[in-house]
């Protein structure tokens, strides 16, 4: 997949060798609703010999126009991203770096510079998606002001129960650890990528080795609590138990936020690895423990827990 960066007004387009069938959006979590909008711009990429491309923006617009913090806020972040775009289909990504004076552009200056001089020749999208400065073109603008250059295909919202599936609803269901219903609205189970690295060795020392993940950053990281998960090592997917939070046992009023998981069947060093983790489902909260025998049974507890949940 070929992923051209462009910032404005510097880094622009200059050649019009391909024609596109474009999906516009940021497309956060990449979830049902914006699988949608891509597999329509890559159906009529297929149908009207196009090639399959995606626009999106690189940081989040709320940074830029509210100051937002970038630190836990992704639900994908870009490489991921990146991959599930690839996996849908998509031959070419143009990231746009979302800058104040992108933010300033008129609706026509964007539809002349991202549309018409990129030669785009069919742009789909969803019925909510802006453009322009303040968000001022609509969908309907942008089929209004084609003159017939491009085509335009508004792709209706999705819904699962009843409800528009959003990034912020799904924002909300990993803030309550409901991984379960992160899956639905995402199609696949939420992940995060890390590297492992040297934690403090309690777990080992209780009989419970685990991988201390530290997720990269800018990561959205679930409730604490304990979850069941896989996680990829080496290519490899393993069954586990994860738990994230601030280890109240051994710490008290710990700021420091882990990800730890006990891979279950697993008996490597993995220091320095590159590993992925998948949430399926949130076993029990967190919680302080009174001794080191009562954790190890709760422990225990959850092992077999996780490991009923992924034998059903």
């Not at 882990?258 to 992925?276: A, R, S």
């Amino acid at each position: 997949m070929n992923v051209v960066h462009l910032k404005y007004p510097y880094q622009l387009m200059t050649s019009k060798t391909e024609a596109y069938s474009l999906a516009l959006g940021f497309f956060d979590g990449v979830h049902l609703g914006h699988q949608a909008v891509i597999k329509q711009a890559v159906a009529t990429a297929k149908e009207k010999n196009l090639t399959p491309a995606v626009m999106t923006f690189d940081p989040h617009p709320s940074i830029v126009l509210g100051g937002r913090s970038e630190s836990v806020f992704y639900i994908t972040l870009l490489p991921e991203k990146l991959r599930l775009l690839e996996a849908l289909g998509v031959e070419t990504v143009f990231l746009v770096q979302f800058t104040s004076d992108f933010a300033k552009l008129s609706p026509a200056d964007f539809l002349q510079t991202f549309i018409r001089d990129m030669n785009v020749r069919h742009v789909t999208a969803g019925f909510d998606f802006s453009f322009g400065c303040k968000g001022a073109g609509k969908m309907t603008d942008m089929a209004a002001l084609s003159n017939g250059d491009y085509e335009v295909t508004i792709v209706d919202k999705h819904t699962v129960a009843e409800d528009k599936v959003s990034s912020t609803r799904i924002r909300r269901t990993l803030e309550d650890g409901d991984m379960e219903a992160a899956l639905t609205l995402l199609g696949r189970p939420f992940t995060v990528d890390g590297i492992v690295i040297q934690g403090d060795k309690r777990g080992r020392q209780i009989g419970f080795p685990t991988a201390n993940v530290q997720t990269a950053e800018g990561s959205f990281i679930p409730a604490t609590g304990v979850y069941a998960v896989r996680i990829l090592v080496q290519d490899v997917w393993h069954d586990g138990v994860c738990n994230v939070g601030y280890v109240p046992t051994f710490k008290d009023n710990n700021k420091n936020l882990t990800v730890e998981v006990h891979i279950l069947d697993f008996d490597k060093n993995i220091y320095g690895e590159e590993v992925q983790v998948a949430w399926y489902k949130r076993i029990r909260s967190e919680q302080k423990f009174d001794g080191i025998a009562s954790l190890k049974a709760q422990i225990a507890n959850d092992k077999e827990a996780t490991i009923r949940y992924f034998q059903n």
